[in-house]
């Protein structure tokens, strides 16, 4: 188990450009979490899966964010249209859920954007 | 709604030093309590996590504690060392909120040599 793994580590896109990261979960993690962190912040909640389902997403992702997870495994996060306040570290986290679960939250090293 | 507080945000301290953060939070309905580590431009790295019945977690020289009915927690770091310089950040998470987590701002942790 290699962890929660996140790509590309950084993105750097002119804007109005499109942006896609992907995660992949450490295996057999139920849950995936986005969240997005500015400098000097703490990371604010974007959205998360339960398997395929999306089950919440935060006021912060506006209609130009989107977030799969097709087949309850990876998941992806586009931007479209990029600005400038889109600048930012884009963290993904994993969790299991049931059973011996601790609520932990597992996260990966995050893909840095930004946005000229 | 749940706010994260996390005080001071920046400390800096000699090497060998003993120290405490702290977080607060407005809502005691927790689920669990988590603190990290974060190292500039990187992600972030789970230290502690104590369950809304304990008290209390230890790991090496890190010491968390919880005390749910006035919404603190201190993170206690004894002996500390220049590599223990990172970003420390506090989250919780809430029943019935799918285990997300709420994060402090957290506290930029300076060791000196």
């Known amino acids: 188990d290699t962890g929660v793994s996140q790509d590309p580590r950084h993105k750097i896109t002119k804007r109005g450009q499109n942006v896609t990261f992907r995660c992949d979960p450490i295996s057999e993690h139920n849950r995936l979490y986005w969240y997005r962190q500015t400098l000097g912040q703490g990371p604010e909640f974007l959205t998360y899966f339960q398997n395929e389902a999306q089950l919440e997403k935060s006021r912060l992702l506006s209609d130009r964010f989107s977030a799969e997870r097709p087949k309850g495994s990876f998941s992806t996060l586009e931007i479209q249209r990029t600005e400038q306040g889109d600048s930012a570290m884009y963290l993904c986290a994993s969790s299991p859920i049931a059973g011996a679960n601790t609520g932990e939250l597992f996260f990966g090293e995050g893909s840095r954007l930004t946005v000229l | 709604k749940q706010e994260v507080t996390q005080i001071p945000a920046a400390l800096s301290v000699p090497e060998g030093e003993n120290l405490v953060l702290n977080c607060s939070f407005t809502?005691?309905?927790?689920?669990?309590l988590q603190w990290f580590r974060q190292d500039p431009g990187k992600g972030l790295t789970s230290l502690l996590l104590?369950?809304?019945?304990?008290r209390e977690q230890t790991s090496g020289r890190l010491n968390a504690s919880l005390d749910k009915s006035s919404g603190r927690s201190t993170l206690y770091i004894a002996a500390s060392q220049p590599g223990d310089s990172a970003t420390y950040l506090c989250a919780v998470s809430t029943y019935n909120q799918g285990g997300k987590l709420i994060f402090g701002q957290g506290t930029e942790l300076s060791v000196k040599p």
């Open positions: 809502d005691s309905a927790i689920y669990n």
């Open positions: 104590i369950q809304s019945s304990q």
